[in-house]
């Protein structure tokens, strides 16, 4: 189950010389099926994957779905990268520990609907500044049945500046990432340093 997805995402990765998130239903290895996102460098090779932790109650994923078992880094030439798929953007605590761990940026492919799109927006510039990281996420456009999808693909950066959006139609949109940023942000706000986990734990 969704191998070929993969497969034609690794080889898009490497014909087109580009890295690439693909996301999927994959056969997880203690059983079931996991919400699956999978990294590919340049030359189409995976680099990593994750497969999603938080299961949506309201739409009984936990009826259907196997959730993930833990967190995934990966290495890039430009840093630390981290994986979320969709609703684990109403969790901070992963996105705290990607930073914690050194992440310069979490890629996020999802499929969040109207109505909630002030939600999507929010929480993204939320998860970028309390992180001091830039986010990139990829929401789904379209209706399937009777949800409608709202787009809205984007970049942040760790100020949570908005980038660049994309709109409510199929499009590519490109951004020019300076990862050096985060440490510069890091720097002159280091909320890192006055963190007080002895006191709430984590």
């Not at 196997?66 to 684990?88: F, H, M, N, R």
């Not at 050194?102 to 999802?110: R, T, Y």
């Not at 980038?163 to 985060?182: F, K, N, P, Q, R």
Request: hydrophobic share 40%.
């Amino acid at each position: 189950v969704g191998q070929g997805i993969f497969q034609q995402v690794a080889a898009l990765a490497q014909q087109s010389g580009v890295h690439l998130v693909g996301s999927n239903l994959s056969l997880m290895d203690g059983g079931g099926f996991g919400n699956t996102a999978v990294f590919y460098n340049n030359r189409g090779e995976s680099l990593g994957s994750y497969s999603k932790i938080h299961l949506f109650r309201l739409m009984d994923e936990d009826q259907f779905l196997a959730p993930g078992s833990g967190s995934t880094l990966v290495e890039t030439p430009w840093g630390k990268v981290g994986l979320a798929i969709c609703y684990d953007l109403r969790f901070p605590e992963l996105f705290r520990l990607y930073a914690l761990a050194g992440a310069k940026m979490v890629i996020i492919p999802a499929e969040w609907p109207y109505p909630r799109l002030m939600h999507w927006q929010t929480l993204l510039r939320a998860r970028a500044i309390e992180n001091q990281m830039f986010i990139v996420a990829c929401n789904r456009v379209g209706r399937s049945k009777e949800t409608d999808f709202f787009g809205h693909s984007c970049v942040i950066d760790p100020w949570g500046e908005v980038l660049v959006e994309g709109g409510e139609e199929s499009g590519v949109e490109t951004a020019v990432i300076d990862t050096d940023l985060v440490d510069e942000v890091r720097a002159r706000i280091p909320v890192f340093a006055d963190r007080r986990p002895e006191v709430y734990g984590g």
